[in-house]
Nanobody
Framework: QVQLVESGGGLAQPGESLSLSCAAS????????MGWYRQAPGRQRELVAS???????EYADSVKGRFTISRDNAKNTWLLQMNSLKTEDTAVYYC??????????????????WGQGTQVTVSS
């Protein structure tokens, strides 16, 4: 029902900036939450930032003050602006959405959707 595609990953040096974008396509009733997760080798996937349909924002402690999550006016894309990058930010970053869909002939359903992941490498 909903497909998410990330873009904007790549290589950056410590202190530099990088921006990630997630684009949602398909069919949905509402997208309630939009977020970014990351997973480094040997580590569990963790929440980086999220924003709700009510514009409540949450950040991991490790990125507070450096990363900013936002949505565009069309509400079908959301961005993660990453400033002052550190080597420990190196990970695969995954776009995430929690959406309500309306299947034909059925009641509304809530599902989480994930992008394919994009590599962010911070290295000197």
């Amino acid at each position: 029902q909903v497909q998410l595609v990330e873009s904007g990953g790549g290589l950056a040096q410590p202190g530099e900036s990088l921006s990630l974008s997630c684009a949602a396509s398909g069919t949905w009733f509402t997208i309630n939450t939009m977020g970014w997760y990351r997973q480094a080798p040997g580590r569990q996937r963790e929440l980086v930032a999220s924003i709700s349909s009510l514009d409540a924002v949450e950040y991991a402690d490790s990125v507070k003050g450096r990363f900013t999550i936002s949505r565009d006016n069309a509400k079908n894309t959301w961005l993660l602006q990453m400033n002052s990058l550190k080597t420990e930010d190196t990970a695969v970053y995954y776009c995430n959405a929690g959406a309500v869909i309306l299947p034909a002939g059925r009641n509304a359903e809530y599902h989480e959707y994930w992008g394919q992941g994009t590599q962010v490498t911070v290295s000197s």
